[in-house]
């Protein structure tokens, strides 16, 4: 791919003026409110800039909180902070005053624009954020008023290539939340690799999805694509898989971007209900791995394959992926053209074939943590550590095996989580499923499924052993859960990543 850039870019120019110039009339934003073309959606994002850089005193490299569902204020809003040459720093809806705090002091925020239903959290944590000048709502007609009284031109400040304009923050599972720094242009190298070389978006294409908008898969599937190509994007405040089947179909979309268990959750609903999904032809799985079973399910229901590929807020986008005719069920794939990656041992040296290691990866982008001791830990002699365990075959395709963290160690033997987790969905007892390993006297660690059942399933003894012996039939029988507990929902972060230390810290808890 090409992937070198003038010295001096905006990247808002790339992604916004270069679409207003061949299709100012086509769709860019369209929401359950308010459809936008390429021309209004810029002209918005203009309004905003006039109202941060001469109404409020933004500087080049003001880094700005940003703060909404996905919708097309949140989207303008940060392209405004691109645009304007300041540092867009999206947060997640979720976040509490605690963490939102953190991220203020941390970044040196010194705006904030959010959405007036998330303003409580924000308030909270304005009162100890030294730097923090600014705080505008919308929804609330507060930057509503502020952008009509605003011209609707704005020239794209005349960054760096190399300036950052993005702080991503790590969801962190544990300890302090990492803010990673990303370049103008980061924002186009994902494009023009991923997005050209293995999504090959066009500009009919409708995206749509569920990742939000602060977390950089969100950002990438939802926006970055789209407008590289001046495609449209859907942006929906509730997208779960009950809210996003139909939106698919009433959108006509044709590229979608969500989590693997959304993606079983709409192949089960798709199988058993009249949902029209023909409109699809790009379907995106990224977060987690993509067990098996549920590619399979979703190729059963639709005949789509469903494109797996692993991210990281580090890398800002997906790294490792295939294009459709390369796909092989089960893997993650192969290095996206531009990047590339190789499976370590201790020492940093190259595992052979077939051998499990450490992930590393280069390319484009990489990680650039702001101001932590962290980034000696993830970026060691050039090569980004990912902290995931992976297999890569004869032919170069990539397995995902576990978090290096999470590899259960039982009796000597090394365990993969997530593969005894495959096994258990192909029961069709099991809705949802976690595995991790938690200690044992004996064996020092032993496997412990956690298991949602599908509806009507009543949890005994007898599906407890009918689900071993279901494990011990597909995978090697010493990976089987020789402890199972039924449990009415797994932990979740808010990227909708599975939290197995919360499962492992459930041990000794009673039982719900
Ligand atoms: C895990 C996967 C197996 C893996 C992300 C796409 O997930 C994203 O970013 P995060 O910073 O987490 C990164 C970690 O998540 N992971 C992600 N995708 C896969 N594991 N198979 C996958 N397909 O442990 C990785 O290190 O939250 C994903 C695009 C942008 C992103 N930020």
């Not at 959304?262 to 609903?269: K, V």
């Not at 794939?333 to 990656?341: D, K, Q, R, S, T």
């Not at 940093?348 to 980034?375: H, I, K, N, S, W």
Request: hydrophobic residues 40%; proline residues 7%; aromatic residues 6%.
């Amino acid at each position: 791919p090409q992937l070198r850039y003038p010295a001096r870019l905006n990247c808002t120019v790339e992604l916004l003026d270069r679409n207003l110039a061949v299709r100012g009339d086509h769709p860019a934003v369209v929401t359950s409110a308010e459809s936008l073309t390429y021309r209004r959606f810029a002209e918005r994002v203009n309004r905003i800039a006039h109202v941060l850089v001469h109404r409020q005193g933004l500087v080049p490299g003001n880094r700005v909180l940003l703060r909404g569902p996905n919708n097309a204020w949140m989207l303008a809003a940060i392209f405004a902070v691109l645009r304007a040459g300041g540092v867009a720093v999206p947060t997640m809806p979720l976040l509490r005053a605690r963490e939102l705090g953190t991220i203020l002091r941390k970044a040196r925020v010194s705006h904030a624009l959010c959405d007036a239903r998330l303003a409580e959290e924000l308030g909270k944590a304005a009162g100890d954020a030294p730097d923090l000048r600014h705080v505008t709502h919308w929804g609330d007609g507060e930057l509503e008023a502020l952008c009509d009284a605003a011209s609707p031109d704005f020239p794209a400040c005349d960054t760096a290539a190399e300036d950052v304009c993005l702080i991503g923050f790590t969801s962190g599972t544990t300890g302090e939340p990492k803010g990673t720094m990303h370049l103008h242009r980061d924002l186009l190298a994902v494009c023009d690799a991923y997005g050209q070389e293995v999504l090959r978006p066009g500009p009919e294409d409708v995206f749509i999805g569920s990742p939000p908008l602060a977390f950089t898969f969100g950002l990438g599937g939802l926006a970055l694509f789209p407008f590289r190509v001046g495609a449209t994007t859907v942006l929906l405040e509730k997208a779960s898989p009950e809210e996003l089947l139909p939106a698919i179909a009433r959108h006509r979309a044709t590229i979608c971007f969500t989590a693997p268990t959304a993606w079983r959750a709409m192949a089960q609903a798709v199988s058993t209900g009249a949902q029209d999904v023909s409109s699809l032809r790009r379907c995106v799985s990224a977060g987690e791995a993509l067990p098996k079973p549920v590619f399979d399910a979703w190729q059963r229901a639709t005949g789509l394959p469903i494109m797996d590929g692993i991210g990281a807020t580090e890398m800002l986008h997906i790294f490792i992926g295939a294009p459709e005719e390369r796909i092989r069920p089960g893997a993650t794939g192969l290095p996206v053209p531009g990047y590339e990656a190789k499976v370590i041992g201790r020492n940093g040296e190259e595992m052979p074939r077939g051998t499990p290691g450490r992930l590393a990866v280069r390319g484009p982008t990489g990680c650039r943590y702001l101001a932590d001791p962290r980034q000696a830990d993830y970026v060691q002699r050039g090569w980004n550590i990912t902290g995931d365990t992976y297999v890569q075959d004869e032919d170069g395709y990539f397995w995902y095996q576990a978090r290096s963290d999470d590899m259960i160690i039982s009796a000597g033997y090394n365990i993969a989580g997530p593969e005894v987790e495959a096994a258990l969905l192909t029961h069709p007892a099991v809705r949802e499923c976690g595995v991790v390993g938690v200690p044992d006297a004996e064996r020092g660690m032993i496997v412990k499924a956690y298991v949602v059942l599908q509806a009507g399933m009543t949890a005994d003894d007898a599906l407890l052993r009918a689900l071993q012996d279901h494990v011990k039939a597909e995978i090697a029988p010493y990976k089987y859960p020789r402890a199972v507990e039924f449990v009415a929902a797994l932990p979740r972060t808010g990227t909708g990543k599975l939290q197995r230390f919360a499962l492992r810290q459930r041990v000794g808890e009673q039982p719900a």
